[in-house]
Nanobody, 125 residues
Framework: QVQPVESGGGLVQAGGSLRLSCAAS????????MAWFRQAPGEEREFVAT????????YYAEPVKGRFTISRNNARNTVYLQMNSVNPEATAVYYC??????????????????WGQGTQVTVSS
């Protein structure tokens, strides 16, 4: 139904900023919720942020609240993750996911059916 494709990863200094993009390839479909997850080496994939595609509501994992912002551009069927004040703990592969989440599972990987390949973010110190 939708194929997320991430871009924008790279190397950033601690305290700096980076903006990730996630585009739905081939189609615009307004009913999907979109989310960012990240996975560091040897760790489980963890929830970062989500945005409702229809209502625009956002939810964040506690560690990134106040520093990361998820947003969308409906015309381009694109979701962004603005990462500010990054620290070395933000080093991970960041994945964009699409699905139909609820208030009870929006922070769980199982709520999302379609995943991008990920983009590497490395924070230097």
């Amino acid at each position: 139904q939708v194929q997320p494709v991430e871009s924008g990863g790279g190397l950033v200094q601690a305290g700096g900023s980076l903006r990730l993009s996630c585009a739905a390839s081939g189609r615009t479909f307004s009913t999907y919720d979109m989310a960012w997850f990240r996975q560091a080496p040897g760790e489980e994939r963890e929830f970062v942020a989500t945005i409702g595609w229809s209502d625009g509501r956002t939810y964040y994992a506690e560690p990134v609240k106040g520093r990361f912002t998820i947003s969308r551009n409906n015309a381009r069927n694109t979701v962004y993750l603005q990462m500010n004040s990054v620290n070395p703990e933000a080093t991970a592969v960041y994945y964009c996911a699409a699905g139909r989440a609820s208030l009870s599972d929006y922070d769980r990987a199982r709520a999302y059916d379609y995943w991008g390949q990920g983009t590497q973010v490395t924070v230097s110190s």
